[in-house]
């Protein structure tokens, strides 16, 4: 016979599990402005909280097929977005490259709030835009862990592990067989 004490842990399992099932209401959207200015008070409050403290910073890591790229997010100084030591408009030559790497940013509104360093490295330039956006993402929920669920829902904390596929022997390339001729 369970004792009361298993009995409540029970009882607190059961109720959270009927919590992750309830269905999700669409929000209308003089909510979602709501929601923007709520966040936008959030990231000031944040901000004000680590003034007295120095030069601090979180940091996060995305990743991306072979491209690293290693994400600090500074609550003071100058508000830029730098990658490599350029700013993000020069470092990605194609406008895509340039709207993905700074899509989480933009995603929370706080693109011009915060001076982001990104160092990155290997993959293309493509790769390397959605790792940025990816480690800026993981970053934004170290800094606010209230914006993982729009981040999660937008999809740029998922780690995209699609990779490339090694070739095989007796093969051009992962599947690629040699020409056939009959004679």
Known sequence: MPTKTTTKKIVKKIEKK???KTPVALVPEEEIDLEAEDISKEI??????SAGKPDRYFEAIGRRK??????R??????????VNDKG???????AE????????MKKMKCLDKF??????RGGGHTAQAEAVRHGTARVLVDFNNNFRKRLRKAGFLTRDARMRERKKFGLKRARRAPQWSKR
């Open 88 to 94: 993000y408009e020069a470092y990605f030559q194609t």
């Open 18 to 20: 009927e919590e992750i």
């Open 44 to 49: 000031d409050e944040s901000i004000r909280n």
């Open 97 to 104: 490259d340039r709207e993905t790497s700074v899509a989480s």
């Open 115 to 120: 001076r982001v360093t990104v160092k990155v």
């Open 73 to 82: 997010l500074f609550t003071k100084g100058d508000k830029e977005f730098l």
């Open 66 to 71: 072979t491209a690293v790229a290693r994400v």
